[in-house]
């Protein structure tokens, strides 16, 4: 226990040392919810259901959050300690190297709510950002799409042959993803035919569980979603006891 | 003197090379034990073998009394070991993960300590990456010996260390040795397994092709000893004709070395230095050269390039 705390305490300073995962999990989404903020404020649109730009921004960005450390954040990390050799000097310890992955997923979890937190602040301090949600939904939802997402980023890790590969894959599956799921861009702006293809994207469904959460819909309504995310989840789990190498 | 480690018939093949081939071999309480060989000769998969990372095809290994695939965490409290190919997060200061390891033992020692004993202390704050060779070896030992460990496993430990640093971390090694710890160690130094190991076992082909002391080994199968000495001009044939059957005369410029059988009747400096008069050649920097363990390592592993 004590050497997760530390391990966990490590990582966390590692993390916020690395001065390219903090920028795209803590200031990028805040520059983002800025820029889009000055140019449309957060008047009520009617495309947008009634909500302000903000109003959806701050969920999806969450989303946005989740997806960069779950498939950056997490992949590069891991596939870099395997390939120094990091994992392996851990190996010569008492300590299961297990205790790096868990210290690992607390950070990152830690770090993308404090995103989110971020987020939520601005939004309410100056663009008066309305939430209609239940706090411990929207927390429950949170939780579930991250990890799902950290998961799929575990699957992932394992297949890497080394960290630069993990960078170029991470970037390759996250970029375009989103774009077409409407974590950077609202949805609703999306043309049918990307609508199409965003159904096969899995931060399309934190998308949708996020934003209906947030105006308060019903877990009911938001089955598939929840399907698919937990589904990956699962998914995650098992596959990444397969494609997980120590070295 | 208890025995630390003991290993019986050790093989392990990866698909069809055979790394190691029934190797056995003790290591007793207090030694520093040297594997040297060529590259591929199956040092690093014995050493891992014995820290329990790899798990032997045949054979038994005892170390410190246990079954290190079996009771692998109880090795793991007990030993320190340095791996040839490990690394810390770039950013992790080193006093940081000193911290870090050090809460992984039950019974660590003082990590301050260590810090100022092996020389860090200076290097405290400076992030892993921006560390020398020398001072990430030293680290890496400073680790090894964080749980007070009772054997310690150093995998080639000084390769890619200027001379420097090379003496400085054998000097270390002596030092912890003077504490009553084993240590087993890998090198591809020849000069390091002769200067720092009271018994070196050279492996070629995943085969042990001897064990001993490095002076007897050094005596038993160091073939051949040298003369050199410098002469001005040439030297006149009728030496090199007096010059007895089985000796080898090689000129280079005006440095002549005599290569000569080892363990002869009348000393080859003798001789050599007798014809030299005898033929009233002016010689200069006469010396005798005794084979090294590198002589040794040769004539037994050849002399064609491994890889």
């Known amino acids: 226990m004590k050497s997760l705390l530390k391990m966990t305490w490590m990582e966390a300073k590692l993390f916020l040392r690395e001065p390219v995962g903090a920028f795209f999990t803590l200031v990028f989404p805040l520059m983002m919810l800025f820029l889009f903020g000055s140019m449309y404020g957060n008047k009520p649109i009617a495309e947008f259901g009634g909500q302000g730009s903000i109003d959806i921004s701050v969920p999806a960005y969450?989303?946005?959050?989740?997806?960069?450390?779950g498939l950056m954040g997490l992949i590069i990390t891991i596939a870099t300690y395997r390939e120094k050799g990091v994992l392996r000097r851990l190996r010569t310890t008492p300590i299961s190297p297990l205790v790096v992955l868990t210290a690992q997923i607390i950070v990152l979890f830690s770090m993308t709510t404090l995103g989110m937190l971020l987020l939520v602040i601005a939004g309410k301090l100056v663009y008066h950002m309305h939430?209609?949600?239940?706090a411990f939904s929207v927390l429950a939802g949170f939780t579930l799409s991250t990890l799902s997402f950290y998961g799929l980023g575990f699957v992932l890790a394992g297949l890497m042959p080394t960290a630069r590969t993990a960078q170029v894959i991470g970037m390759v599956i996250l970029y375009p993803m989103l774009f077409l799921s409407g974590a950077g861009i609202p949805r609703e702006l999306l043309p049918e035919a990307i609508k199409k293809v965003s159904a096969f994207l899995p931060l399309t469904y934190v998308v949708n569980l996020l934003r209906g959460l947030w105006i308060g819909e019903a877990w009911g309504e938001h089955l598939l979603d929840v399907g698919v995310l937990a589904g990956i989840l699962i998914l995650g789990v098992v596959l990444s006891r397969f494609t997980f190498r120590w070295e | 003197m208890d025995t630390i480690i003991q290993v019986e018939g050790l093989c392990k093949t990866y698909g069809k090379t055979v790394a190691v081939n029934e190797v056995s071999f003790d290591v007793k309480?207090?030694?520093?034990?040297?594997?040297?060989?060529?590259?591929?000769?199956?040092?690093?998969?014995?050493?891992?073998?014995?820290?329990?990372?790899?798990?032997?095809?045949?054979?038994?290994?005892?170390?410190?009394?246990?079954?290190?695939?079996?009771?692998?965490?109880?090795?793991?409290?007990r030993t320190g070991m340095q791996l040839q190919q490990s690394n810390l997060p770039e950013r992790m200061k080193v006093w940081e993960a000193l911290d870090l390891y050090a809460s992984f033992y039950p019974k660590a020692t003082d990590w301050q300590e260590m810090l100022v004993q092996l020389g860090l202390?200076?290097?405290?704050?400076?992030?892993?990456?921006?560390l020398s060779g020398g001072q990430k070896q030293r680290l890496f030992i400073a680790l090894?010996?964080?749980?007070?460990?009772?054997?310690?496993?150093?995998?080639?430990?000084?390769?890619g260390l200027d001379p420097q640093a090379r003496h400085a971390i054998w000097d270390l090694v002596r030092e912890v040795r003077s504490k009553g710890k084993t240590i087993l160690l890998t090198t591809h130094f020849m000069e390091e397994a002769e200067r720092l190991c009271d018994r070196v076992a050279i492996l070629d082909h995943g085969r042990i092709v001897a064990l001993e002391t490095p002076a007897a080994l050094i005596r038993n199968l160091g073939s051949e000893e040298r003369v050199v000495f410098s002469v001005d001009g040439s030297l006149p044939p009728a030496f090199e004709n007096a010059l007895s059957g089985g000796n080898r005369l090689e000129i280079q410029g005006e440095r002549v070395t005599i290569h000569g059988k080892n363990h002869r009747a009348v000393p080859l400096v003798s001789e050599v230095v007798e014809l030299l008069t005898a033929h009233s050649v002016p010689f200069r920097d006469l010396r005798t050269e005794q084979p090294t363990l590198e002589d040794v390592f040769l004539s037994l592993t050849g002399r064609e390039m491994r890889e």
């Open chain 2, 29 to 77: 309480e207090g030694e520093i034990f040297g594997m040297v060989g060529p590259n591929g000769a199956g040092k690093t998969t014995t050493i891992e073998c014995l820290e329990g990372l790899r798990k032997p095809d045949h054979g038994t290994v005892r170390v410190l009394g246990v079954d290190p695939q079996r009771d692998g965490q109880i090795l793991r409290t």
């Open chain 2, 144 to 159: 090894a010996l964080l749980p007070d460990p009772q054997l310690i496993f150093l995998d080639e430990l000084t390769t």
């Open chain 1, 131 to 134: 939430f209609e949600g239940n």
């Open chain 2, 121 to 130: 202390e200076e290097k405290r704050n400076t992030p892993f990456s921006k």
């Open chain 1, 62 to 69: 969450t989303a946005m959050i989740i997806a960069t450390t």
